[in-house]
């Protein structure tokens, strides 16, 4: 079967624009790929090419190794949702179900298991005009699923969702990579994807600019040790002195940018030095994106 999503030099103009420029990386089973990027980075763009909503210029974007387009079943292979799932206003949530569930050949039990799922039991009957924005996202999350799908595509899941509903969705999806599924999930609040990825792919205008698991990513650009006592200062000057770089944090304290803990407890030790504290400091994914984009994460 290979690899659940597999995107190879894709590339997508729009007019002289080029949303999306020789972009590759794959997804596999079991794994929650965050696919992240500011705002207009291209990542809509290649969810539309990826569920054949438009073709590409150039580069092949598969599922399960065939286009879309040419899955022989579709609904079993792969759920989406973009733009939050699109529903008719004056119809229930159960009603919305229904309708795809009999387009695409799956019962009315799976409808009421699915509600359940999301926690939209109780208001299934309700209209959708009347549902809040996590409701939403949940009902479309719920359409996603319908077929009982392999893969699931989500572009940007999390919008619009206060903190409870961003727990939940994380919760939700870890539990769908636990069943085997694989889940690529756009996002441009790297918040969002942090305690829920495994992997991430950060592009830029259009470009990849990173592709690692997550863990990897943060320990490459960790933010430093922190070293604090009361001979932080004099630390700090051996330290420049041989070619670190060194700020200051608050009084008594330091953070030293590119010196393993170890070498600092060397210099440390070397030169009879009395500290109180030495840790690591966290960068926040944030951070992390600025620094490979250039760009803050939050809206445009
Ligand atoms: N149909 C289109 N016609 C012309 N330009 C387009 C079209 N669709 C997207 N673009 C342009 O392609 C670029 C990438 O857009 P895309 O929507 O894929 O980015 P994105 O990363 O999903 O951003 P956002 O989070 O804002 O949706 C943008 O500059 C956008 O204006």
Request: glycine content about 14%; charged content about 20%.
């Amino acid at each position: 079967m290979g690899n659940a999503i597999e995107v190879v030099g894709l590339s997508k103009r729009f007019g002289d624009k080029l949303a999306v420029d020789d972009l590759s990386f794959s997804v596999d089973f079991g794994r929650i790929v965050g696919f992240l990027g500011p705002n207009g980075a291209g990542k809509t763009t290649t969810l539309r090419a990826l569920l054949g909503l438009i073709n590409a210029t150039d580069g092949t974007a598969t599922i399960e190794g065939r286009a879309f387009t040419s899955l022989p079943e579709p609904a079993a292979t792969v759920g989406a949702v973009l733009d939050g799932g699109m529903f008719h206003p004056g119809r229930s949530g159960r009603n919305h179900l229904r309708t795809l569930a009999r387009a695409s050949g799956v019962g009315d039990a799976r409808v009421d298991e699915l509600l359940e799922l999301v926690q939209l039991k109780q208001d299934g009957g309700r209209r959708t005009k009347g549902y809040s924005l996590g409701m939403r996202q949940r009902l479309g999350l719920a359409a996603a699923l319908l077929g009982d799908p392999r893969v699931l595509v989500l572009d940007e899941p999390a919008n619009g969702l206060d903190p409870q509903g961003i727990r939940w969705l994380r919760d939700f999806l870890r539990s769908l990579a636990a069943e085997g599924r694989a889940v690529l999930v756009s996002s441009h609040v790297l918040a969002e994807v942090a305690q829920t990825a495994d992997d991430v792919v950060v592009i830029h205008r259009g470009r990849s600019i990173m592709q690692a698991p997550l863990d990897q990513l943060m320990a490459q650009h960790a933010g430093g040790t922190r070293v604090a006592g009361p001979d932080a200062a004099r630390l700090g000057e051996l330290l420049r002195a041989d070619g670190a770089t060194v700020r200051e944090d608050g009084g008594a304290a330091i953070v030293v940018g590119d010196r393993s803990g170890e070498q600092i407890g060397r210099v440390i030790a070397a030169n009879a030095i009395v500290i109180s504290e030495l840790s690591p400091v966290a960068q926040s994914l944030e951070d992390v994106f600025f620094e490979l984009t250039g760009t803050e994460g939050g809206p445009a």
